[in-house]
């Protein structure tokens, strides 16, 4: 997301399970229902951790798919942590060119 003058200030990552990228938007996904959120300056932080584990809880996602969501979470939080000023160059790099 960026503010009204362009500047990157929170970045929100679905962890997902698959991606289906089809013509004429038509695409679809499988939410894990755990998410990602970076704001430049801070640590990317884990968001609906507990959605998560009801869902393991009443069956509706595998102790795999549980395992896989919390792994790819940590994943994102310390790549973002490593590549920080890349990741938002990149962000902001990106928008430029979507803009045009």
Excluded at 17 to 23: D, F, R, S, T
Excluded at 65 to 90: D, G, I, P, S
Aim: glycine content about 4%; aromatic content about 8%; some cysteine.
């Amino acid at each position: 997301m960026f503010d009204e003058n362009g500047k990157l200030f929170e970045t929100y990552f679905d962890i997902t399970l698959e991606n289906h990228v089809l013509p004429e938007g038509k695409s679809w996904f499988i939410d894990l229902l755990l998410d990602v959120v970076w704001i430049p300056g801070e640590d990317a932080e884990m968001l609906d951790r507990e959605e998560l584990d009801e869902a393991l809880t009443d069956g509706t996602i595998t102790t795999g798919q549980h395992e896989n969501a919390l792994q790819t979470a940590e994943r994102v939080k310390e790549e973002m942590r490593k590549h920080e000023r890349e990741f938002e160059r990149f962000c902001v790099e990106l928008r430029k060119e979507l803009m045009k």
